[in-house]
């Protein structure tokens, strides 16, 4: 068999986060005002038809006198999908263990023109590799709340986990093998902002820290761990994020991976721009030195269904999974997505 089983986080990590929830599971006491619990039903009985509109003016009467007045009723305003995603998540928090999408959540069936790397493969495996160019592509993204209404209500604290797999489901002569799998563990404390300049509004402010692995061993094992910031804008229907990075660093011996940033860089942009229920997606990164390396992904997504849309996905360059990260990929996909960024 050529995958393994995932093997578990690392203690130390482990610890770490069981810690931290243990130290910020008191903050998540508070009662439910009745602004949060009418935006709850409204988004549970109306799904992806409500807006931002329709929750002001349904919940608005509901809201205690302490909570901040977005905008009055019947006011025209742009409708912001930014705004509407954390009006819903800041009401369905108040439902214990419920679980909201982080990153999008899709399955699709890719194609890559170029080629896999396999020499690490056979020699982990002791064995002749051919990987075909066709598999499915599927990730997995969740997050949920450890604490809010920090910092004057504007702060709140969030785990996450992202699981994006690689499955040779066509390939039957070798057992449909998990080609690659890639656990993302994340926490971080997000910062809700309100300033403009020339027309550009911060919306978002993150500080966390993320460890990525592919829970392999030997001469397949991939991590790294990095502790980042990222900033999100809006302007109008078109939302952005731009994120650095730092890399923790790691001792010679134990680095799998010790020349990842000059494939991977030290940060990425994200935007996405919403027009008539269609999603635009545009992501990069760039190492930015002279030996340049980088990666591009274009997505779009369109509403087929009120449980799941249509979705494209073209990635080209460095980095689509862990064990590529120094291979370049030219892949193609076609799918359904579950959940989007917005």
């Given at each position: 068999m050529l995958s393994q089983p995932p093997a578990y986080l690392t203690s130390r990590f482990l610890v770490s986060l069981l810690l931290l929830v243990t130290l910020t599971d008191s903050a998540n006491s508070e009662p439910s005002s009745r602004y949060e619990?009418?935006?709850?039903?409204?988004?549970?009985?109306?799904?992806?038809?409500?807006?931002?509109?329709?929750?002001?003016?349904?919940?608005?009467?509901?809201?205690?006198?302490s909570e901040p007045v977005l905008a009055e009723p019947g006011t025209d305003v742009h409708e912001s999908a930014l705004e509407r995603r954390l009006a819903v998540e800041g009401a369905t928090s108040i439902v214990p263990f419920v679980l909201t999408p982080h990153r999008p959540n899709y399955i699709i069936a890719a194609h890559n023109f170029d080629s896999y790397a396999e020499e690490g493969f056979?020699?982990?495996?002791?064995?002749?590799?051919?990987?075909?160019d066709q598999e499915v592509k599927f990730q997995l993204s969740y997050?949920?709340?450890?604490?809010?209404?920090l910092?004057?209500?504007?702060?709140?604290?969030?785990?996450?986990?992202?699981?994006?797999?690689?499955?040779q489901v066509f390939d039957d002569r070798d057992s449909r093998p998990f080609r690659e799998t890639n656990h993302e563990p994340e926490a971080w404390f997000a910062l809700n902002t309100d300033w403009s300049l020339f027309g550009l509004k911060n919306r978002l402010i993150n500080f966390g820290i993320s460890h990525q692995s592919n829970g392999r061993g030997g001469l397949l094992s991939r991590s790294w761990n990095r502790l980042y910031a990222s900033f999100v804008f809006e302007v109008n229907d078109f939302y952005f994020g731009i994120k650095p990075w730092y890399r923790i660093p790691e001792q010679k011996s134990d680095d799998d991976n010790p020349d990842i940033e000059d494939y991977l860089g030290h940060f990425e942009f994200q935007?996405?721009?919403?027009?008539?229920?269609?999603?635009?997606?545009?992501?990069?990164?760039?190492?930015?030195?002279?030996?340049?390396?980088?990666?591009?992904?274009?997505?779009?997504?369109?509403?087929?269904?009120?449980?799941?849309?249509?979705?494209v996905q073209w990635f080209y360059g460095y980095g689509e999974s862990l064990i590529d990260y120094d291979n370049k990929v030219n892949s193609l996909g076609v799918g359904v997505q579950l959940s989007d960024w917005l």
């Open positions: 619990q009418c935006v709850l039903e409204l988004v549970a009985s109306g799904a992806d038809d409500v807006t931002v509109a329709q929750i002001r003016e349904t919940c608005l009467p509901h809201m205690e006198v056979e020699q982990q495996f002791n064995e002749d590799v051919n990987f075909q997050k949920f709340s450890i604490a809010r209404n910092f004057n209500d504007r702060g709140a604290l969030f785990f996450a986990y992202t699981n994006r797999s690689f499955w935007g996405v721009y919403k027009h008539n229920k269609n999603s635009y997606g545009l992501f990069f990164r760039n190492n930015l030195q002279k030996d340049n390396r980088g990666a591009i992904r274009l997505d779009w997504s369109m509403p087929v269904h009120n449980k799941w849309r249509a979705y």
